[in-house]
Nanobody, 117 residues
Framework: QVQLVESGGGLVQPGGSLRLSCAASRSVFSIDPMAWYRQAPGKERELVASVTRAGNTNYADSVKGRFTISRDNAKNTVALQMNSLKPEDTAVYYC???????????WGQGTQVTVSS
């Protein structure tokens, strides 16, 4: 069992930046990958970015070049730096971790990101 606590969401103007952080209640060493998803009103949850234990990253086409995911195994955290934000980035963002040995996923409670002028 692992608890995930997200922080860093909020209201920002178009073109602005936010940094989301997710802290896990236990070691993330065995987690592969760690990821951020988002869900906008009326839409399905989608993968935003993921990072493997080896540090390999993957991004949705819509955020490439604007978002950066990073993980700190020593601090049991994963972060999402979001730059050049657009109104279409407005969504609830969820932290996700996958334990490949037991085949289980855990989710954070979600943090709201609103991009609006």
């Amino acid at each position: 069992q692992v608890q995930l606590v997200e922080s860093g969401g909020g209201l920002v103007q178009p073109g602005g930046s936010l940094r989301l952080s997710c802290a896990a209640s236990r070691s993330v060493f065995s987690i592969d990958p760690m990821a951020w998803y988002r869900q906008a009103p009326g839409k399905e949850r989608e993968l935003v970015a993921s990072v493997t234990r080896a540090g390999n990253t993957n991004y949705a086409d819509s955020v490439k070049g604007r978002f950066t995911i990073s993980r700190d195994n020593a601090k049991n955290t994963v972060a999402l730096q979001m730059n050049s934000l657009k109104p279409e980035d407005t969504a609830v963002y969820y932290c996700n971790v996958h334990f490949p040995v037991i085949g289980k996923d855990y989710w954070g409670q979600g943090t709201q990101v609103t991009v609006s002028s």
